[in-house]
């Protein structure tokens, strides 16, 4: 397996991860898949703004991705950042979540932001313990904020702190 940063040849897996977690699980809020102009757009963007999309890739298949962006777009939240990352579903307990979260983290440490926040799910048990496993603790929880499939979504927020910087 490679980490590397995305290319454009690798946005069509990434909208097939995209897209599954839109259709199967709760992971996303969103009920509409994406295409491919999405992605390539979405791409951009973080490129522009200087933020990685990296993807755990195996012989040209995209297994994972995972990206951060600004968390608000007011000026006194520059120095946070809120991430996503998705797995693919065949390839969920090997190991990638961990890599990416690890190459993630490292990266906006580099960019010298202070916080990383993380909004789950509430009943994704298994990306709640990656974070708190990682360091993320837990820091708030809003019940019935979201719903999918029917059912109210309670979302959890969890933080780490990616520096020990008094000030900024």
């Given at each position: 397996?490679?980490?590397?940063?995305?290319?454009?040849?690798?946005?069509?897996?990434?909208?097939?991860?995209?897209?599954?977690?839109?259709?199967?699980?709760?992971?996303?809020?969103?009920?509409?898949?994406?295409?491919?102009?999405?992605?390539?757009?979405?791409?951009?963007?973080?490129?522009?703004?200087?933020?990685?999309?990296?993807?755990?890739?195996?012989?040209?298949?995209?297994?994972?991705?995972?990206?951060?962006?600004?968390?608000?777009?007011?000026?006194?939240?520059?120095?946070?950042v809120e991430h996503s990352i998705y797995i693919r579903a065949d390839c969920h307990g090997?190991?990638?979540?961990?890599?990416?979260?690890?190459?993630?983290?490292?990266?906006?440490?580099?960019?010298?932001?202070?916080?990383?926040?993380?909004?789950?799910?509430?009943?994704?048990?298994?990306?709640?313990?990656?974070?708190?496993?990682?360091?993320?603790?837990?820091?708030?929880?809003?019940?019935?904020?979201?719903?999918?499939?029917?059912?109210?979504?309670?979302?959890?927020?969890?933080?780490?702190?990616?520096?020990?910087?008094?000030?900024?």
């Amino acid at each position: 397996m490679e980490l590397r940063d995305a290319i454009p040849a690798d946005l069509a897996g990434i909208t097939e991860i995209y897209n599954h977690a839109v259709r199967e699980t709760t992971a996303i809020w969103n009920e509409t898949e994406v295409d491919l102009a999405n992605r390539l757009a979405w791409h951009a963007e973080r490129q522009r703004l200087g933020y990685p999309v990296l993807v755990a890739v195996r012989g040209g298949a995209v297994l994972g991705f995972a990206s951060f962006g600004d968390w608000r777009a007011f000026d006194g939240y520059r120095h946070t950042v809120e991430h996503s990352i998705y797995i693919r579903a065949d390839c969920h307990g090997r190991g990638l979540g961990t890599a990416l979260m690890q190459a993630l983290i490292g990266r906006a440490r580099a960019l010298g932001k202070h916080v990383m926040v993380a909004s789950i799910e509430a009943g994704n048990r298994g990306s709640i313990r990656l974070h708190e496993k990682l360091g993320f603790r837990q820091v708030g929880r809003m019940p019935e904020v979201g719903m999918k499939f029917g059912v109210w979504l309670d979302l959890v927020f969890l933080q780490l702190l990616l520096d020990d910087r008094a000030a900024p």
